[in-house]
């Protein structure tokens, strides 16, 4: 039998169930209205955990790129002080930081998209349910017993289906939510403990304190390569200026003296 | 003829998309009966895609039953095959003793 049908059936079935119990099916529509308004807050309630979800896969997301730029800055750090191994590490971790922000990307939309459906049923649900409160005043002010049974019958089978739906989103919700809760969980642990730096390609902590460590003498070796510079650009000058230059120096010597003089 | 997608409320279908979509149905059966999960999956899409382009949404306060109701858009096979072995939704309650 066909998909489609098959699961109308098990909808179906569960309301024919409830139904063949009711002895006057009259008395149980406010027994029922209240468990629709039940569900109501089981399913706002529902919205706001995924909602809460999503905000913190969104933190995480913050949190991880600025990792991940702080890789990048190493990475340019290492590199202008020579080593490329370091480079190498940072671009490393870099890289594996940036597989788990995509991951949590995903995360964050399907949680999107799953909170825009759940408001949405909730809103639908919300009104089925207020229709619903209507039609069973009108029932019971209106119909005798017997009459009454045909009309909440079809009242039934569609509130109990519409819940059927909404209490299986539901589920979901919560399943999904559980899974990224634990997942979020590990990164949030991780990120506090700033574990995820070593544990994550080989120990930024390291890189770090290699970087720092070089920092300051690298400083030194900038400054003697500075001097070197300066000297090599005023060496030639010299060697230059070694036969003219001298003379030069004379002539300069003997207007100072001339100028001491006066 | 009414169909419901799962999560995603009821669509009043015309004559020609309900010929369309038993066709598709019958995909979707061929899948869950044969284990294919990429010939289930894009079963299911079309058949969604189907009732949402085609189909007009029901009125939040309209109390329907559906003819046909279409598992979750993002349904596994696994998750269809399971429900259907059940026979029961886990979680409902319409609220009767």
Same mark, same amino acid.
């Given at each position: 039998?066909? *998909?489609?049908?098959?699961? +109308? ?5 569960? &309301? ?33 955990? *995924?909602?809460? +979800?999503? /905000?913190?896969? !969104?933190?995480?997301? %913050? ?49 999107? !998209?799953? !909170? #825009? /459906? ?12 207020? @229709? ?8 019971? @002010? ?10 909440? %019958? #079809? ?26 809760? @634990? ?13 995820? #730096?070593?544990? *994550? ?20 070796? +900038? ?6 510079? !300066?000297?090599?650009? %005023?060496?030639? /000058?010299?060697?230059? +200026? %070694? ?20 | ?11 009043? *279908? ?45 009125? @939040?306060?309209? $109390? &329907?039953?559906?003819?046909? $109701? ?28």
């Amino acid at each position: 039998m066909s *998909v489609m049908k098959r699961v +109308s059936l098990i909808f179906r079935a569960k &309301a024919d169930k409830a139904l063949d119990r009711m002895e006057d099916p009259r008395e149980t529509l406010d027994y029922s209205y209240k468990q629709q308004v039940e569900m109501l807050t089981r399913v706002r309630r529902g919205v706001a955990d *995924v909602a809460t +979800s999503r /905000k913190r896969v !969104e933190l995480q997301m %913050n949190s991880l790129q600025k990792e991940i730029n702080k890789r990048d800055t190493q990475a340019r750090d290492a590199l202008s002080k020579g080593r490329e191994d370091l480079a190498r590490a940072a671009l490393q971790n870099k890289a594996q930081l940036q597989s788990q922000y995509s991951d949590l990307e995903t995360q964050f939309a399907s949680l999107q !998209e799953q !909170e #825009e /459906k759940l408001t949405v049923a909730s809103q639908r649900l919300d009104a089925k349910v207020q @229709a619903f409160r209507t039609r069973k005043e009108t029932i019971k @002010a209106t119909y005798t017993a017997a009459e009454a049974q045909t009309r909440i %019958n #079809e009242a039934f089978s569609g509130i109990s289906e519409e819940m059927g739906d909404v209490g299986l989103a539901i589920q979901r919700a919560e399943d999904k939510t559980a899974q990224m809760q @634990a997942r979020a969980g590990a990164i949030d642990e991780l990120l506090a403990s700033g574990a995820l #730096e070593d544990h *994550v390609g080989g120990g930024q902590d390291s890189i770090q304190a290699e970087l720092d460590k070089i920092g300051a003498s690298s400083d030194v070796d +900038s400054e003697l390569a500075r001097l070197k510079g !300066e000297i090599a650009a %005023n060496a030639p /000058k010299q060697i230059e +200026s %070694n036969g003219a230059g001298s003379a030069d120096q004379e002539a300069a010597t003997a207007e100072q003296q001339a100028g001491d003089g006066s | 003829m009414i169909v419901r997608i799962l999560g995603e409320g009821q669509f009043r *279908v015309g004559q020609d998309a309900a010929t369309r979509l038993t066709a598709l149905d019958k995909d979707l059966d061929a899948a869950v009966r044969d284990d294919e999960a990429a010939a289930f999956t894009a079963a299911l899409h079309a058949a969604v895609a189907l009732v949402k382009t085609s189909g007009t949404p029901l009125a @939040a306060d309209e $109390i &329907a039953t559906a003819d046909f $109701i279409l598992p979750f858009s993002d349904a596994t096979i696994d998750e269809v095959r399971k429900l259907l072995a059940d026979g029961t939704i886990p979680g409902d309650s319409i609220g009767l003793p």
